[in-house]
C-alpha cells in the first residue's frame, strides 16, 4: 500500500543513481533518516535541479511503500539554502561535520523531532553567523546529540575529586 507524506526534511547527502536521477539521503522530524529517489533531477528542466543539494532545507511530498527499501519524492520545494554556511569554509565544514553526525547516528522511521528541531535552530543561528567562533556550535550539537542518544553530562560535580569545579573549559 502506498501512501504520500509531505514533510519538511534536511538534505544529509545525494548521490547520482542514473543518468537522470538521483539518489538522497533526508533527515525528517518524523521520518528519521530516509532515502528516496528523485527521478528525473537530474535533467536539465527538472523541478529537483539544484533543490536537492547538500544541507538544504526542503518540504518534500513522497510516496512511501513499506515493501520498498527506497521510496520515490514527487514534489520538493527550497526552504532554505543556508547561504551564508556556504560562503565560509568554516562554518560549511560545521554543518557538514553535523550532517555526518545525523547520517551515523540517526535511524529509519524514527521520530526524530526534537534533535531535528535543534538541528534547524543550529544551522539557522550559524548561518545567521549569531557566534563568532563556529566551532562551538559542532560542541553544543555534539553535546545535545549524545543527551539525546541517552548519555548524560554533569558538569556540577567532579568525577575525579567529587567538588564542584572552579573553572569550565568551554
Not at 542514473?18 to 539518489?23: C, L
Not at 550532517?99 to 534533535?115: D, F, K, M, P
Request: charged letters at 20%; aromatic letters at 12%.
Amino acid at each position: 500500500m502506498t501512501q504520500t507524506i509531505k514533510t519538511d526534511a534536511l538534505v544529509i547527502h545525494s548521490q547520482r543513481w542514473s543518468e537522470t536521477s538521483k539518489i538522497v539521503e533526508l533527515f525528517t522530524p518524523n521520518m528519521g533518516y530516509l532515502k528516496v529517489l528523485a527521478k528525473g533531477a537530474l535533467r536539465p528542466k527538472s523541478e529537483f535541479r539544484g533543490v536537492l543539494e547538500n544541507l538544504n532545507r526542503i518540504e518534500a511530498l513522497i510516496s512511501l511503500r513499506e515493501t520498498r527499501g527506497l521510496q520515490i519524492i514527487t514534489e520538493v520545494y527550497l526552504i532554505d539554502a543556508y547561504s551564508n554556511i556556504r560562503e565560509d569554509l568554516n562554518s560549511t565544514a560545521i554543518a557538514f561535520s553535523i550532517l555526518e553526525l545525523i547520517r551515523a547516528y540517526v535511524r529509519y522511521n524514527e521520530n526524530a523531532r526534537i534533535l531535528y528541531d535543534f538541528t534547524v535552530e543550529s544551522f539557522y543561528a550559524l548561518n545567521q553567523k549569531t557566534q563568532p567562533e563556529p566551532m562551538i556550535f559542532l560542541l553544543k550539537f555534539m553535546l545535545f546529540l549524545s543527551e539525546y542518544l541517552g548519555f548524560g553530562w554533569n558538569f556540577n560535580t567532579c568525577h575525579v575529586c567529587e567538588k564542584p569545579p572552579q573553572s569550565f573549559p568551554l
